[in-house]
């Protein structure tokens, strides 16, 4: 069975810091593309960040580029999300996904549509 399993979320006070982690099981996503994106409520999910397969690249939402850095470590099957300097707007339900399209390997996709596996989330709460 193939899952991916979200942790490190939290209440954290803004302007700190914290790290998700996102753990695969059940086959190995060396090839795919990894992301992350998040819903806060009532709003609809976003793409937060993602590394292409190979790890050569990565893209960041406007929202958070210069605060947030994704990566990976495919021997332990691990994706991160390092996020600093958090405001109040970065309270969301965070999710991991993986996808794998033609490009995947070098340019990592940001919709959602592109990704086929999904986490089942961990909250992120900044307070101010």
């Known amino acids: 069975q193939v899952q991916l399993v979200e942790s490190g979320g939290g209440l954290v006070q803004a302007g700190g810091s914290l790290r998700l982690s996102c753990a695969a099981s059940?086959?190995?996503?060396?090839?795919?593309?990894r992301g992350w994106f998040r819903q806060a409520p009532g709003k609809e999910r976003e793409f937060v960040a993602a590394?292409?397969?190979?790890?050569?690249?990565?893209y960041y939402a406007d929202s958070v580029k210069g605060r947030v850095t994704i990566s990976r470590d495919n021997a332990k099957k691990m994706v991160y999300l390092q996020m600093n300097r958090v405001k109040p707007e970065d309270t969301a339900v965070y999710y991991c996904?993986?996808?794998?399209?033609?490009?995947?390997?070098?340019?990592?996709?940001?919709?959602?549509?592109?990704?086929?596996?999904w986490g089942q989330g961990t909250q992120v709460t900044v307070s101010s």
């Open positions: 590394i292409s397969g190979s790890g050569g690249t990565t």
């Open positions: 059940g086959r190995t996503f060396s090839n795919y593309a």
């Open positions: 996904a993986a996808g794998q399209t033609r490009a995947s390997w070098n340019v990592p996709p940001r919709k959602l549509e592109d990704y086929e596996y």
